[in-house]
């Protein structure tokens, strides 16, 4: 079965870092792009950031850009989620998800779903 | 504001058939194909068609989507109880900064 995983959410103060992690299983890791995807409470889904599956190909949104930064460790079947410098608008619940096709850069549709980590930004 | 415009609500009797629009423009739905998620109270998003108007395995032939120029559509035939829920559209955008784009979603209500 494939499964998804996130951890590493929590209570954060605006300005400091957190590090989410999603650890994979039931597929082979590494011939997948990888991507965050965040929902605000009571919002959208808002995509944050993807990743190809060899790491050579990697997207932000606007609103993180310069601030975030994903990786991978196919070693480890585990992607990643450095947030620096966080808002009080980054306050949301942090998906990850797997890619529908291998191979497929980050341009897929994203197909399986972990059940999110919850990142609250405020003092 | 989200790049995709969907209706923010759609509702219809078990039974019945119903459409959820999502609007675009040429640097997302005009120029890559849409991908659908159901969003179930409390749960995760979960893909429901892809590439337009493929259905992963598993999902009902009750649902269809469909694509002309900038605009897509989600279907839903014969509604049921249990497909209440939230609804997405996506797409890949082209633009200044490559990324995905999502509508705001829509709010299934089967009255």
């Known amino acids: 079965e494939v499964q998804l995983v996130e951890s590493g959410g929590g209570l954060v103060q605006p300005g400091r870092s957190l590090r989410l992690s999603c650890a994979a299983s039931?597929?082979?890791?590494?011939?997948?792009?990888m991507h965050w995807v965040r929902q605000a409470p009571g919002k959208g889904l808002e995509w944050v950031s993807g990743?190809?599956?060899?790491?050579?190909?990697?997207g932000y949104a606007d609103s993180v850009k310069g601030r975030f930064t994903i990786s991978r460790d196919n070693a480890k079947n585990s992607l990643y989620l450095q947030m620096n410098s966080l808002r009080a608008e980054d306050t949301a619940l942090y998906y990850c998800?797997?890619?529908?096709?291998?191979?497929?850069?980050?341009?897929?549709?994203?197909?399986?779903w972990g059940q999110g980590t919850m990142v609250t930004v405020s003092s | 504001q989200s790049v995709l415009t969907q209706p923010p609500s759609a509702s219809g009797t078990p039974g019945q058939r119903v459409t959820i629009s999502c609007s675009g423009s040429?640097?997302?739905?005009?120029?890559?194909?849409v991908n659908w998620y159901q969003q179930l109270p409390g749960t995760a998003p979960k893909l429901l068609i892809y590439?337009?108007?493929q259905r992963p395995s598993g999902v009902p032939d009750r649902f269809s989507g469909s694509k002309s120029g900038t605009s897509a559509s989600l279907a839903i035939s014969g509604l049921q109880s249990e497909d209440e829920a939230d609804y997405y559209c996506?797409?890949?955008?082209?633009?200044?900064?490559?990324?995905?784009?999502f509508g705001g979603g829509t709010k299934l209500t089967v009255l």
């Open positions: 039931g597929f082979t890791f590494d011939d997948y792009a």
């Open positions: 040429s640097s997302n739905i005009g120029s890559n194909t």
């Open positions: 998800a797997n890619s529908l096709f291998p191979y497929y850069d980050i341009f897929s549709a994203f197909d399986i």
């Open positions: 590439s337009n108007n």
């Open positions: 996506a797409a890949w955008d082209d633009s200044l900064n490559d990324n995905w784009v």
């Open positions: 990743i190809s599956w060899n790491s050579g190909s990697i």
